[in-house]
């Protein structure tokens, strides 16, 4: 019997402050080699969107998440991001759990967001803003709210911030400009505009980049990025998938240039270096991530009252 956790299971299994603490130990899983990642597969269906293919195995457990991206779909009353996170014994090879993979993205987006901003951020940021209020914006949001913190949105569509921050009781920016000047910043949007352009970022500041998460994607101009210090979630990753393939293909940034955001959290690297430092961290979304929430969802599974699959 294989317990199928809908979104709304996925979200009341686990909480955002629960998501946050499951991607901290998960990040320092993968830096310290305990799990393993094999690299994101695309399928791309261009110019709709995409499907992606994510493995990892870690914690005695393999999971694979079939998903999709299709941008557009909110217009047609489709969710952008659908699919399936399956969850196995590594012993044995035997299925454990289906999951919602749009509920699972969603709480690790935002778990990712938050985690590097806090540990990235300065030590007297008081500000914090969301650009982008769907389904990972609001997460994104959701998750700054649990760990104490007052935010604000802003999206390019007004009805839909304003709506997102009466669910949320959130803040709502007065304007883009506004919420761009946070000292913690999130970006949450499709990617297809540049929303930091050179020179924008101010000392101090903190920007999680959480939108260009795939070939031709950003949310952030290459002379931006090359002027402040660069963090990823995972550099092959990032590379080819995320801000820095920009700045990679352009020969403007090297390995060396950039620290892993889970090395930070072991470690065995150094995070902000001073409080005028102005740090990007760039997330294309882990596998290893999903693995960590799903195995979250695990440890609630005689709490909830979940249908079964039998094979």
């Known amino acids: 019997m294989i317990p199928v956790f809908s979104a709304r299971n996925v979200e009341a299994a686990v909480s955002p402050v629960r998501?946050?603490?499951?991607?901290?130990?998960?990040?320092?899983?993968?830096?310290?080699?305990?799990?393993?990642?094999?690299?994101?597969?695309?399928?791309?269906?261009?110019?709709?969107?995409?499907?992606?293919?994510?493995?990892?195995?870690?914690?005695?457990?393999?999971?694979?998440?079939?998903?999709?991206?299709?941008?557009?779909?909110?217009?047609?009353?489709?969710?952008?991001?659908?699919?399936l996170v399956l969850l196995s014994d590594a012993s044995d090879g035997s299925l454990r759990a289906v999951l919602d993979a749009s509920a699972v993205t969603a709480l690790r987006t935002g778990a990712a967001a938050i985690l590097a901003a806090e540990e990235l951020g300065g030590r007297d940021a008081r500000t914090a803003a969301v650009i982008g209020a769907g389904v990972n914006g609001k997460a994104a949001a959701?998750?700054?709210?649990?760990?104490?913190?007052?935010?604000?949105?802003?999206?390019?569509?007004?009805?839909?911030?304003?709506?997102?921050?009466?669910?949320?009781?959130?803040?709502?920016?007065?304007?883009?400009?506004?919420?761009?000047?946070?000292?913690?910043?999130?970006?949450?949007?499709?990617?297809?505009?540049?929303?930091?352009?050179?020179?924008?970022?101010?000392?101090?500041?903190?920007?999680?980049?959480?939108?260009?998460?795939?070939?031709?994607?950003?949310?952030i101009a290459v002379g931006e990025l090359k002027r402040v210090r660069v963090f990823c979630a995972d550099w092959v990753q990032a590379s080819h998938n995320g801000e820095l393939a920009h700045e990679v293909d352009a020969g403007a940034l090297e390995r060396a240039d950039v620290t892993q955001l889970g090395d930070v959290l072991a470690g065995s690297a150094s995070g902000r270096r001073s409080d005028a430092e102005i740090t990007a961290f760039d997330s294309t979304g882990l596998a290893i991530q999903d693995l960590a929430i799903a195995l979250a969802a695990l440890e609630e599974v005689d709490q909830l009252d979940l249908p079964t699959l039998v094979l």
């Open 19 to 83: 998501a946050v603490e499951a991607v901290r130990d998960a990040f320092v899983a993968y830096a310290r080699g305990e799990w393993s990642m094999p690299p994101k597969t695309y399928v791309p269906a261009y110019p709709a969107g995409d499907f992606r293919a994510m493995p990892a195995i870690g914690a005695g457990h393999a999971l694979l998440k079939w998903v999709t991206s299709f941008p557009g779909n909110p217009a047609r009353g489709l969710p952008t991001v659908s699919g």
């Open 142 to 219: 959701r998750t700054f709210l649990a760990r104490g913190r007052s935010v604000m949105l802003w999206d390019v569509d007004e009805e839909r911030a304003r709506r997102a921050a009466e669910e949320l009781d959130a803040g709502l920016a007065g304007s883009r400009e506004e919420a761009l000047a946070a000292d913690l910043l999130i970006t949450v949007t499709p990617g297809h505009e540049i929303l930091l352009p050179e020179g924008s970022l101010q000392p101090g500041q903190h920007v999680s980049l959480m939108g260009a998460d795939g070939p031709g994607k950003a949310e």
